[in-house]
């Protein structure tokens, strides 16, 4: 009954390989969000969708891209892993793009790339 | 260039105390803030909020402070349980928009 799942919990992977990274929520919210924790702690976000349709999107390498099947999905795909891509990926939802509902994150993807 | 800072990365308090968590921020047209717990191996969870109309707001043992005209806030726990040691994050927004800025956080523990 978990409300913002990810997976996998652990990725590790060589330079060069594609992978993907799975989110799904089951708390009926309408928006979803990728963000990326790097080394130093510092948790900045990458994408978020609203129904289905990207509604942020910051400077992140076209190597990244986020597909949202149906709003309780958001997927992560990574082309090409390069090192500095290691980072915990954390996926979150809330209630409305405009509104004061706070994000609920799921638990991370450590992401490691060899 | 960093918008939502906290200049502690680590503190500790005593069992009981209080724990004083500050948050500065540079972009004036931030009119919500935020404060998260993370646990180790787990995600953010929301703790507490405040808009840019109020100046305190509290919820048991949490009261977030705002100090609109110095851009700072600051996260107070009372008293301090070991239960509360974490990592704690200040975020912001601006015009209800959920592109919500974090900072990097500040590790607190309380011993027993």
């Known amino acids: 009954d978990t409300a913002v799942s990810q997976t996998p919990k652990y990725l590790v992977t060589q330079m060069g390989n594609d992978k993907s990274i799975k989110c799904e929520q089951n708390?009926?919210?309408?928006?979803m969000y990728w963000y990326k924790q790097d080394s130093k702690k510092f948790l900045k976000i990458m994408f978020s969708?609203?129904?289905?349709?990207?509604?942020i999107n910051e400077t992140v390498p076209n190597r990244f891209s986020p597909k949202s099947p149906d709003k309780a999905h958001l997927n992560l795909h990574i082309n090409s892993l390069e090192l500095g891509d290691s980072a915990v990926y954390f996926c979150?939802?809330?209630?409305?793009?405009?509104?004061?509902?706070?994000?609920?994150f799921g638990d991370g993807t450590r992401l490691s790339i060899l | 260039d960093q918008q939502v800072k906290q200049n502690s990365p680590s503190l500790s308090v005593q069992e009981g105390r209080i724990s004083i968590l500050n948050c500065d921020y540079t972009?004036?047209?931030?009119?919500?803030f935020l404060w998260y717990k993370k646990y180790p191996a787990e995600g953010p969870t929301f703790l507490i909020s405040?808009?840019?109309?109020?100046d305190k707001n509290e919820d048991g043992r949490f009261t977030v402070f705002l100090n609109k005209s110095a851009k700072h806030l600051s996260l107070h726990i009372v008293p301090s349980q070991p239960g509360d040691s974490a990592v704690y994050f200040c975020?912001?927004?601006?015009?209800?928009?959920?592109?919500?800025?974090f900072g990097t956080g500040t590790k607190l523990q309380v011993i027993p």
């Open positions: 979150a939802s809330s209630q409305g793009s405009y509104s004061n509902q706070p994000q609920h």
């Open positions: 708390l009926g919210h309408d928006t």
């Open positions: 969708y609203n129904n289905k349709e990207l509604i």
């Open positions: 972009n004036s047209m931030f009119d919500y």
């Open positions: 405040i808009s840019s109309i109020k």
């Open positions: 975020a912001a927004r601006a015009g209800g928009y959920q592109k919500v800025t």
